[in-house]
């Protein structure tokens, strides 16, 4: 759903760019809240893992593909805020580097991809939680429902921008119904990797995943070989977490299936255009597109210039641009820890 030059025009993309750094804005200030020691290098590896997955579109329908927008992912992994940065930060590196999703668009982006899809998964998400059981289950369920309502948000979202300020002359109904129709289905995509990828982050470090703090679990007590439930005090106790080996291990394990992800698995991703381009191709809202301003860039498209061997070129770029998200992501989200750390201070505190 990268939305491409010349599709929305200038005032209207001046306005979705304000809104954009707005959001951007507030989700600093309240990423403080969220990020510590532990979850700041969580938020690094999220907008790499992003990066790479978006990088693998599957088909929907005939002649359709789709991708994760991250939204509901990064929301549950790593909080709303943090959520908006981190997706925030993919769409900064692909328009910059790769020549995906147009520079005077970036503020459309963010919008649609970043803020909405977001807010409206995390509020779905937290509503869930708070009627289904108390479990990793439920959190798993709750994951894939919110993942699912992102997608087609954000169609509706772009489909809203369209009606304010699109460059050619498509009925909005039309262009409403073909965004929401085939973003469904991608939303079943989004759903089945969100909710998988949230259940493998549960299993092995739930402590680490925003979106379950509230989940408790019984103390059990081994008493003559056999676990039994520990006594009730009046409310049940957080399990213990595990040691933090395990959470280097996961950053580990998370960073190198990205490479893989992005630098490999990604040259068997469908080829087919993604929703916003076929209903673009079909609806002619592409007519007025521009070049991108990047176009140029060695690493336009998703390859590394002056490399013919198509599956080394893009596997480079993949692994280049897991490597510089990564980077980018980490030293945001690593600012914002250090900033929260000052204003918690001593010297501070009566300030």
């Given amino acids: 759903m990268h939305v491409p030059d010349g599709f929305i025009n200038a005032p209207a993309s001046a306005v979705a760019g304000v809104v954009a750094a707005g959001a951007v804005a507030v989700s600093l200030r309240g990423a403080r809240r969220e990020l510590d020691e532990r979850t700041a290098p969580l938020a690094g590896l999220v907008a790499a893992f992003i990066f790479a997955v978006q990088m693998l579109n599957f088909p929907v329908a005939a002649g359709t593909s789709g991708h994760l927008l991250g939204g509901a992912l990064a929301a549950i992994l790593v909080g709303p805020y943090t959520g908006v940065l981190c997706v925030s930060v993919v769409l900064l590196m692909q328009g910059v580097l790769f020549a995906d999703g147009g520079l005077?668009?970036?503020?459309?982006?963010?919008?649609?991809?970043?803020?909405?899809?977001?807010?409206?998964?995390?509020?779905?998400?937290?509503?869930?939680?708070?009627?289904?059981?108390?479990?990793?289950?439920?959190?798993?369920?709750?994951s894939f429902v919110a993942a699912l309502l992102s997608v087609p948000a954000a169609a509706l979202a772009f489909t809203l921008v369209y009606w304010i300020g699109g460059t050619t002359d498509v009925p909005i109904g039309k262009v409403a119904?073909?965004?929401?129709?085939?973003?469904?289905?991608?939303?079943?995509?989004?759903?089945?990797?969100?909710?998988?990828?949230?259940?493998?982050?549960?299993?092995?470090?739930?402590?680490?995943?925003h979106g379950a703090r509230g989940l408790r679990q019984r103390l059990r007590l081994r008493v003559n070989g056999e676990l039994v439930?520990?006594?009730?005090?009046?409310?049940?106790?957080?399990?213990?977490?595990?040691?933090?080996?395990?959470?280097?291990?996961?950053?580990v394990s998370g960073l190198v299936t990205s490479l893989v992800l992005a630098g490999f698995v990604s040259f068997y991703a469908s080829a087919s255009p993604d929703g916003l381009e076929k209903v673009a191709a079909d609806k002619g809202i592409d007519a007025k597109a521009r070049e991108h301003a990047a176009a140029g860039s060695p690493l336009a498209d998703y390859g590394v210039k002056d490399v013919a061997d198509a599956r080394l070129s893009g596997g480079l770029a993949g692994v280049i641009g897991v490597g510089v998200t990564v980077v980018a992501g980490s030293a945001v989200f690593w600012a914002v820890r250090r900033r929260r750390t000052d204003d918690a201070s001593p010297a501070n505190a009566g300030v």
Avoid at 229 to 250: F, Y
């Fill in 104 to 142: 005077t668009a970036l503020g459309v982006n963010i919008t649609v991809m970043a803020v909405v899809t977001t807010v409206v998964a995390y509020t779905v998400f937290r509503v869930l939680v708070k009627v289904l059981p108390n479990s990793r289950r439920s959190v798993t369920v709750a």
């Fill in 229 to 251: 439930d520990a006594p009730d005090a009046g409310e049940e106790r957080t399990a213990p977490v595990p040691a933090g080996a395990s959470r280097r291990t996961l950053w």
């Fill in 177 to 209: 119904t073909a965004m929401v129709g085939v973003h469904v289905l991608i939303g079943i995509g989004e759903a089945v990797i969100t909710s998988l990828t949230v259940g493998a982050v549960l299993a092995v470090r739930p402590d680490l995943v």
